[in-house]
């Protein structure tokens, strides 16, 4: 078995005496995790990197850590990226086994290290820029290409995707004169466009073009400080992008769709182009008020999960919303069917003051799992929160899992928890780590974070510093896991995915690494603190214990549902063994 954890299984400071801004994270398959962002000191590098120290007086970087290594170890490789003006890392992007990784951003450097480039030089004050690295190259992180993307004017890339080798760029504009491939739109609308770009493994551009109306797209006074993410991207497997983002424009481009909710000032959008960039689709969603996007991404029926905030009491919220609005800004996730042109759930989440839903994923049962920051001194956890309290003089950082249709007053919510110290935090990203729980990551200035003991950095360093989660998503006192070795040397766990809540039937629950396509039986009962040998094998689980049936596959993988018995009172302690 394995120590109860009230709170991340692994977290961890990622920054070094100066100010780290961590802007963007992702993972890979295999469970490590990446980060980006901008530093004026330098981060922690490997040795051999491509860049060991900051050029000039901001530089972007880029790091992977392997949370499963001795913490000495952790850091798998790290490098920064630029010249000797600024450059700031907004979106990364990495393959299923982290060979390739992908950062997008802004630069002002005219010396900033150019490979098979779409643009060699900088056009502008401001330029955005797409850099590749190959891991697996001595050192880690070696450059194989990179790119300014810009007019005369100031331009931003705040998102990037690779797929079927096409890189994905999109941000904002106010050039003029934005390198255009096959457009869709040729020309600035006005003011401030987004762009959408798609470059080929050799350099060139298959499209790119402005896409907005006379008002100005992209970010507005509402939108995340911790690092500005306005533009935000998601490519499907058929390499079709949707681009999500915000307008004051009354003539954003509609496609097969009409306004959903009453027009404001400052709305948010949603567009959708082919492989080769002809617009598919187009939307807006709004009240009356400012209602902003912070992030995006698709379900596994390619469906639209929108995080982001309103202030909008006239929002189309549907009738399954877990939360009706609370008052000044709230937070906002919706989940939109583009090809029936259907909002399926749209919810606010918060209390009394400023909330924001940072970044969001819809999980296959249905449950929704989001990450965000909030100013509410009356925003509710669920019972048995890790962390059910913190101070409410600055905005602190959240963690939750919806269902749409809960209770209005978020007692059926199955999972809501502060994550923070007594600093200011927030979420930027989150992925699922493939058992239940999460990644998570963001910016922090607090000097107490809930690091653990296993951590890669212990200490808070600078004036900010990043942190890296793993979180189980459990109430307090639950482990998520246990592991046992058996007589035969292999070594199998059990996974709790869903926590003994009122009214839950059954307990999901995973076996992983069993003996391929072997027959098992699970006992459950009341716990044993200490197991009794029989057969070699040490029972942990008191009889008479109810037990179940189990088939692994080929690859030693099981899922199965766990009934309670009828009549057992949960009392915060249940056992579970498999034999196999």
């Known amino acids: 078995t394995v120590p109860l954890t009230a709170q991340a299984e692994w977290s961890t400071y990622f920054g070094q005496s100066g100010d780290d801004w961590l802007v963007a994270m992702t993972t890979d398959e295999l469970g490590r995790v990446y980060v980006c962002g901008q530093t004026d000191l330098g981060v922690a590098v490997s040795p051999n990197c491509y860049q060991p120290g900051v050029a000039g007086g901001l530089d972007a970087y880029v790091a992977c850590l392997d949370p499963r290594l001795p913490s000495a170890q952790q850091l798998v490789w790290a490098t920064h990226f630029g010249g000797s003006g600024e450059e700031l890392a907004l979106d990364l992007h990495v393959n299923a086994l982290g060979t390739r990784v992908t950062i997008a951003g802004r630069t002002e450097s005219a010396d900033m290290p150019t490979l098979l480039a779409f643009q060699s030089q900088l056009a502008g004050a ?103 993410r306005s533009v935000r991207l998601a490519v499907d497997a058929a390499a079709a992008i949707t681009v999500a983002s915000g307008t004051y424009s009354a003539n954003y481009p509609l496609l097969g769709s009409t306004v959903k909710g009453p027009r404001g000032n400052y709305d948010m959008v949603v567009s959708q182009f082919d492989v080769a960039g002809s617009l598919t689709y187009s939307t807006i969603l709004a009240g009356t008020q400012n209602d902003v996007c912070h992030s995006l991404s698709l379900d596994d029926e390619n469906r639209l999960v929108l995080a982001g905030h309103t202030a909008s009491a006239n929002f189309p919220f549907t009738p399954n919303a877990v939360q009706g609005y609370q008052g000044q800004n709230d937070g906002l996730l919706v989940h939109l069917d583009p090809v029936a042109d259907q909002i399926l759930f749209a919810t606010s989440l918060g209390g009394s003051s400023d909330d924001f839903v940072r970044c969001a994923y819809r999980e296959p049962a249905g449950t929704f799992v989001l990450g965000g920051s909030s100013w509410s001194g009356n925003f509710q956890t669920t019972a048995g929160a890790p962390q059910p309290t913190v101070p409410f003089n600055i905005s602190q ?27 200011q935090q927030t979420f930027v990203d989150i992925e699922p780590d493939g058992r239940g729980g999460v990644f998570g990551a963001g910016p922090t200035i607090s000097t107490d974070f809930p690091v653990t003991g296993n951590a890669f950095d212990l200490t808070f360093d600078g004036v900010r510093d990043g942190w890296i989660a793993v979180h189980p998503m459990l109430p307090a006192l639950m482990s998520r896991y246990g592991e046992a070795g058996n007589p035969c040397g292999a070594t199998s766990y059990l996974q709790v995915n869903s926590a003994p809540l009122a009214g839950n039937a059954a307990f999901a629950v995973e076996a992983h690494d069993a003996p391929s396509g072997a027959i098992g039986l699970l006992a459950f009962g009341a716990p044993l603190p200490a197991g009794v040998a029989a057969f070699g094998i040490d029972v942990l689980v008191a009889p008479p214990a109810v037990t179940v049936t189990l088939q692994a596959d080929v690859d030693g993988f099981a899922t199965f549902s766990l009934p309670i018995p009828a009549g057992y009172t949960w009392n915060g302690q249940l056992g579970m063994q498999a034999f196999w």
């Open 397 to 423: 950082g959240y963690l939750a899992r919806l269902v749409p249709g809960a209770a209005s007053n978020l007692t059926d919510v199955p999972y809501m928890t502060w994550f923070g110290g007594t600093g």
């Open 126 to 228: 401001r330029d955005a820029f797409v850099a590749t690295f190959d891991t697996t190259a001595v050192g880690g992180a070696q450059l194989v290409s990179a790119t300014y993307l810009g007019g005369t004017d100031n331009d931003k890339a705040t998102d990037v995707d690779v797929t079927a080798g096409m890189t994905t760029i999109v941000g904002h504009t106010t050039s003029p004169d934005f390198p255009t491939q096959s457009p869709w739109q040729a020309a600035n609308g006005g003011g401030r466009d987004l762009f959408v770009t798609r470059l080929l493994p050799d350099g060139t551009a298959l499209f790119s073009t402005y896409l907005g109306g006379v008002g100005g797209e992209g970010p507005s006074y509402f939108t995340n400080p911790f690092g500005e």
